[in-house]
């Protein structure tokens, strides 16, 4: 069974980067696209983008400035970094797979891990 | 328009029947991309409860049934138990965004 996991700093200043790593574990990296999500207190999921394992990306226009997903096949990691953060981005951020390109559904997924933007 | 619209909430009886609408448009489910559905109980992550517009991983009990139509989609839950109180969020791909929307999520309370 695949099994997700994040991992990183809880607490961020504002103005700097947010950096987080997921960890994948029980299956391959190969064939399938990786992707962050995030989920602001009390409120409804955000896509932020994904990888395929190969390299290929895509991520959500209102954060493509700020965002760069990178991955690691051979440690089975990938990683999530977000610049120039305020008290916006604050959030549980959810590190998962997703089964395809442009029609896929996100089938498994990560315990979540909360982020605070604050000085 | 690249958004998909969910009731806030929703209510129901143990043993009853509900619904849950997930309105989109011509860019997403109208375009034909697949609608997909996700639990999240309190405090835990979301799970995948549709996939593909009507189909269901392994595990997920049959009262969970799912449907599209032009650009809408709907979560049918038969037989309400209290452990299905939860949010729920419809998901699709959107053109005009190039890519993954999330429904603004619905409450479901088991009265």
């Known amino acids: 069974q695949v099994q997700l996991q994040e991992s990183g700093p809880g607490l961020v200043k504002p103005s700097e980067t947010l950096s987080l790593t997921c960890t994948v574990s029980?299956?391959?990296?190969?064939?399938?696209?990786w992707s962050w999500i995030r989920q602001p207190p009390g409120k409804g999921l955000e896509w932020i983008g994904y990888m395929y394992y190969s390299g290929s990306t895509n991520y959500n226009p209102s954060l493509k400035s700020r965002v760069t997903i990178s991955i690691d096949t051979s440690k089975k990691q990938f990683s999530l970094k977000m610049s120039s953060v305020t008290a916006a981005d604050t959030a549980l951020y959810y590190c998962?797979?997703?089964?395809?390109?442009?029609?896929?559904?996100?089938?498994?997924w990560g315990q979540g891990f909360l982020v605070t933007v604050s000085s | 328009q690249s958004v998909l619209t969910q009731p806030p909430s929703v209510s129901g009886a143990p043993g009853q029947r509900v619904t849950i609408s997930c309105i989109g448009s011509s860019s997403n489910i109208g375009a034909g991309y697949d609608v997909h559905w996700y639990q999240q109980v309190p405090g835990t992550a979301p799970k995948l409860l549709i996939y593909d517009n009507t189909n269901r991983p392994s595990g997920v009990p049959d009262r969970f049934s799912g449907s599209k139509s032009a650009t809408s989609a709907s979560l049918a839950i038969t037989g309400l138990q209290p452990e299905d109180e939860a949010d729920y969020y419809c998901?699709?791909?959107?053109?005009?965004?190039?890519?993954?929307?999330f429904g603004g999520g619905t409450t479901l309370t088991v009265l």
């Open positions: 998962a797979r997703y089964s395809s390109d442009y029609n896929g559904y996100f089938d498994h």
């Open positions: 998901q699709s791909y959107d053109i005009s965004l190039s890519g993954v929307l």
């Open positions: 029980g299956g391959s990296m190969n064939d399938y696209f």
